[in-house]
């Protein structure tokens, strides 16, 4: 059994291939194909013909990640596996860039960090997990940005809470444990604590999970607020910002 190399530099839209022995030698001259079902169709071609000419070997491949452009070739690569003696992997750039500098490699093109990839692999094959099909990548994307979201609204409420203490200081007392929905809505109607100190208890009281106790106390606070800002822009600002949050939610 001979174990051959195949680097893999992606860009938007197509991506270098090569293919080393295990001597670091190229045993196919470097060659770009197209993120596209030709250019899919060409590498699982291209990947069978050498096969073919070298019975019993066995292929590892590997792609770096580069925020997502390598998906489309990662995945036609584990289905490949299925027709062919082929390992993949999902390399980190950072442990493939730092083996490039140490081999003194100035010059980088597509070309070359192709073949950084396959050297990478035959120099640190204890450091690569070759990959089967991945089921659960969907989910993973889902899960991903799920956080992404989470982060942005934390974030979000982070840029508020200056607002919201020039404007409106009392309310913190009742964000010890993040944003209440209720406060969020009292906000967007009531932003500043000059605006809430003119509010009728009725209309307050109508907001979901504010009884009428609780309005009084809120628009009694408001009158005797220590707030700083009590202008119309820093008003608009934060039912701006706190619509965000509520749509984010």
């Known amino acids: 059994m001979k174990n051959y190399y195949l680097g893999i530099d992606v860009s938007k839209g ?44 066995t292929i590892y491949a590997a792609v770096k990640s580069t925020g997502g452009y390598e998906d ?15 390992k993949t992997a999902r390399l980190n750039p950072l442990g493939v860039n730092a083996n490039s500098k140490a081999d003194l490699k100035r010059n980088v093109t597509d070309k070359i960090s192709a073949q950084s990839v396959a050297e ?7 450091k690569i997990s070759y990959q089967q099909q991945d089921h659960l990548v969907s989910l ?24 919201i203490y020039t404007a409106n200081p ?10 209440p929905e209720w406060l969020l809505k009292l ?17 307050v009281a109508r907001i979901p999970y504010i009884s009428t ?3 009084k106390e ?22 701006h910002r706190f619509s965000q949050n509520v749509k984010s939610t």
């Open 170 to 179: 009392e309310l913190l007392a009742y964000c010890k444990d993040g944003v």
């Open 218 to 239: 809120l628009i009694g606070n408001a009158k005797k607020s220590v707030a700083s800002a009590t202008d119309k822009v820093t008003g608009k600002l934060i039912v």
């Open 14 to 57: 197509y991506a270098d291939f090569v293919i080393l022995n295990d001597k670091k030698r190229p045993v196919e001259d470097n060659f770009q194909l197209d993120d596209t079902f030709e250019g899919h169709s060409r590498l699982y071609e291209i990947l069978c013909t050498f096969c073919e000419n070298h019975p019993e070997c």
């Open 140 to 163: 993973r994307k889902q899960w991903g940005f799920i956080k992404m979201l989470t982060k942005q609204s934390t974030q979000l409420f982070n840029q508020l809470e200056p607002l």
């Open 72 to 86: 489309n070739w990662f995945d036609a690569l584990i289905k490949f596996q299925g027709t062919l003696n082929l």
């Open 120 to 126: 990478y692999m035959i120099a640190h094959p204890e």
């Open 213 to 215: 106790d609780r309005a």
């Open 187 to 203: 906000l967007i109607n009531y932003p500043t604590a000059s605006s809430l100190s003119k509010a009728k208890i009725v209309k």
